[in-house]
């Protein structure tokens, strides 16, 4: 053997400018490996067997060696995986498919309804069975996690259902979230959902070292898990156990199977992790019985659940069923019920809202109930008060489920000191000092419950909850304006109303003190405010709708009314039209499918009062409402309204209005002027007569069908 001299150098001995590619690549499998295996005992089992320096430089050489062969620089590698702190936040991704939210239900009779309403949508006889897949509803939070030729390449938040955050980096150093999926029948791109959460006895674990390091603890695994999941420093999220149950998907270039349950044993080839107890139930029977078992053995699980997902199992039957506004029509969720805990009322408040409504709140002695602690509960209004005869000084039972505000659920009596009061309710504001009363609703000319501040735009509860509602992330959604930057705007005088809030940057010339001196700002968050609310100079009308807070109007109808007018122009020219509550403005308004004659009047008293049009026409000069586009605008049968009458045999009546509205049609009650198209099936009535009066085309089922493309 000749000497040592012409043995190779070992290859973790070579510079990395000296190595050749299949060196490199060697290198960086080999260091990877290490490096993971480093992670695992530093972030995992907590118990490091390197010092940070030699850490460090494995970690160095990676990069070094993934800087000449960035090839090498995959999603999978570790310089990707844990790195440092991202600057300022997360990056926003847009769903491309939205992440809907479910449909609850609380009791048993309400899950029988939801399997109802499927037949009579499907039009399945009594006989054909509707196979249901049964999952615990995991009480953690819900993110996507998205594979492109099996790499996973990022991971987003729900958000508000559209755009999420990005959260790549964090989910990358879950176990549950493999870097690649295994199998031959992985998608070209498969997004998947499924929720994140927390073990119990992790939680337990977490809270002890928070409360050693004197930090805040976390009320509840859920919170824990979303503070862990959003953690701008990658290495706090790979330090905290976080798990991943994957049970849904968005976007698909194809789908390996034809049922929800086949799906999942996919995703569990593949190598995710779905959950044990899910079941694939034959019937809604089934279904409710692996609910009581869950129910029952709940307690026991290592993680919280709270409640169970019912799931239509044929994807078919999924597609056909489709959604409304937020929610699939082929999921429930069916709740667990309530926890109650018994605690003290120890005074009753009364909270001003944005709409001018005095809220009696009980203020509690703080105890625990459904995971959280709870200090308040709301009690309604005083119709509500005397019916349980809250006094102070009581005891009573609360109880919360989920994220549903905690209630009072009944008194006990045994307990009521002797000299406890019935509580009677303010006959003036306590914001605003103006008189509080009760409306007689003219329709019914009852006395409505709730009892309203009369002060208007005087009065500072409403205006900054009218400012707050305004700014908040269904609406203008601006950021780095919560409720305390309103509140201290309003108190200084900068914002009394919406518009001015886009006068902010102009008036800070002679504000005095100028924003950025201000306590709470500097020089760098007043530039990013001023930047954010221009970012909203340009706004979407169904979000514009929504800002202005009129009664009754969530996001649902405002979208219905920005779909139905396009533009705020002709919002407000209909509205004038219609203020008299008849003529062609008027039926067109209740026409509309989902606004009846109350919500109509709720509108249009809205747009009745001169000062609400001042702030709309104030508002209108700062910003650009854009015009609301319906979707599929590409479909013939965009922007069309259609009437459907008569009995039709290729779909159920729920089905075509879905159909339709998925072309971006509206879907009317009634035939008006408005009208464009009448589908009229067998043994159709007074709609088509009224149609030929009207000269509206008349299409047959099959007609309709063509044109619907189906
Ligand atoms: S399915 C379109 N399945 O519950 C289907 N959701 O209340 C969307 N959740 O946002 C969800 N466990 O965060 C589904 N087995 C499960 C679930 C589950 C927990 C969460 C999820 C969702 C929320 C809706």
Redesign the pocket.
Do not use: G, Q, T
């Given at each position: 053997m000749s000497g040592q001299a012409d043995e190779p150098l070992p290859v973790a001995a070579l510079p990395v400018a000296a190595l050749s590619e299949a060196q490199a690549q060697a290198a960086h499998r080999d260091l990877t490996a290490l490096i993971e295996a480093h992670n695992r005992r530093y972030y995992v089992e907590d118990a490091p067997i390197v010092s940070d320096a030699e850490y460090d430089a494995l970690f160095r050489r990676l990069v070094e060696i993934e800087r000449r062969f960035p090839a090498l620089a995959t999603p999978e590698s570790p310089t990707q995986r844990v790195g440092g702190a991202p600057g300022g936040g997360f990056g926003k991704i847009t769903h491309s498919r939205p992440m809907?939210?479910?449909d609850n239900a609380f009791a048993e009779g309400d899950v029988l309804d939801f399997a109802a309403r499927i037949r009579r949508f499907l039009g399945l006889a009594l006989d054909v069975p509707l196979a249901i897949v049964a999952?615990?509803?995991?009480d953690g939070?819900?993110a996507a996690l998205r594979y492109e030729k099996g790499h996973f390449v990022q991971g987003a938040t729900?958000g508000d259902g559209r755009v999420g955050e990005d959260i790549t980096a964090n989910l990358r150093t879950l176990d549950d979230v493999p870097m690649r999926l295994k199998g031959d029948d992985v998608p070209e791109v498969i997004e998947i959902r499924g929720?994140v959460y927390m073990r119990r006895d992790e939680f337990a674990l977490l809270n002890a070292a928070q409360a050693e390091a004197g930090k805040p603890l976390f009320a509840n695994p859920r919170n824990a898990a979303a503070g862990s999941l959003r953690q701008l420093d990658t290495a706090v999220t790979a330090g905290r156990k976080l798990h991943f149950f994957a049970?849904?998907w968005g976007e698909a270039s194809s789908l390996p199977a034809d049922t929800h349950w086949a799906m999942l044993a996919c995703f569990s080839r593949w190598g995710l992790v779905t959950n044990p107890l899910s079941e694939a139930c034959p019937g809604i029977e089934a279904a409710l019985a692996l609910y009581r078992r869950l129910a029952a053995g709940r307690a026991g699980l290592a993680y919280e659940i709270d409640g169970v997902?019912y799931k239509v199992d044929r994807l078919d039957w999924q597609e056909r069923l489709g959604h409304v506004s937020r929610s699939?029509r082929w999921?429930i969720?069916h709740k667990f019920p309530a926890e109650q805990v018994e605690t003290l009322v120890e005074g009753i408040d009364i909270q001003v809202g944005r709409t001018g409504t005095l809220t009696p709140v009980a203020r509690l002695r703080p105890a625990r109930v459904g995971g959280v602690v709870v200090a308040n509960a709301t009690l309604h209004n005083e119709d509500e008060i005397a019916r349980k005869d809250v006094r102070l000084g009581d005891s009573v039972l609360v109880q919360r489920a989920g994220d549903v505000i905690p209630q009072v659920v009944a008194v006990i009596l045994a307990k009521r000191p002797p000299d406890a009061r019935p509580f009677v309710m303010p006959a003036r504001c306590p914001i605003c000092g103006s008189h509080a009363v009760r409306e007689v609703n003219p329709k019914t000319g009852k006395m409505e419950v709730a009892r309203r501040c009369t002060g208007g735009l005087i009065c500072a509860a409403q205006a900054v909850e009218r400012l707050r509602h305004f700014v908040s992330r269904d609406a203008f959604d601006i950021e780095g304006l919560g409720e305390k930057q309103i509140r201290s705007f309003f108190a200084a005088g900068l914002v009394r109303g919406p518009a001015d809030i886009f006068h902010l940057a102009a008036g800070e010339r002679q504000a005095e003190p100028p924003l950025r001196e201000r306590e709470g700002w500097g020089e760098v968050s007043a530039r990013k405010l001023f930047a954010a609310i221009d970012a909203r100079r340009r706004i979407a009308l169904e979000r514009f709708i929504y800002a202005l807070g009129i009664r009754h109007v969530g996001q649902a109808n405002a979208r219905l009314l920005a779909l139905s007018y396009g533009t705020l122009e002709r919002l407000l020219a209909a509205m004038a039209d219609a203020a008299g509550r008849e003529g062609a403005a008027y039926d067109e308004l209740v026409a509309i499918d989902g606004i009846g004659p109350v919500l109509a009047g709720a509108i249009l008293d809205f747009f009745a009062e001169p000062h609400n049009l001042a702030v709309v026409a104030a508002l209108a000069r700062e910003v650009t409402v854009e015009e609301a586009v319906p979707p599929a605008a590409s479909s013939p049968l965009a922007g069309k309204v259609v009437v459907f009458t008569g009995t039709l045999t290729a779909m159920t009546r729920p089905e075509a209005k879905a159909r339709a509205e998925a072309l971006g049609a509206k879907v009317a009650g009634s035939v008006s002027a408005r009208t464009d198209y009448v589908v009229a099936g067998a043994d159709a009535g007074s709609k088509l007569a009224k149609a030929a009066a009207a000269g509206v085309t008349v299409l047959s089922e099959a007609e309709w069908l063509a044109l619907a493309g189906l």
């Open positions: 809907l939210s479910l999952e615990p509803k995991i939070l819900s729900r929720e049970y849904a997902v699939p999921a969720a």
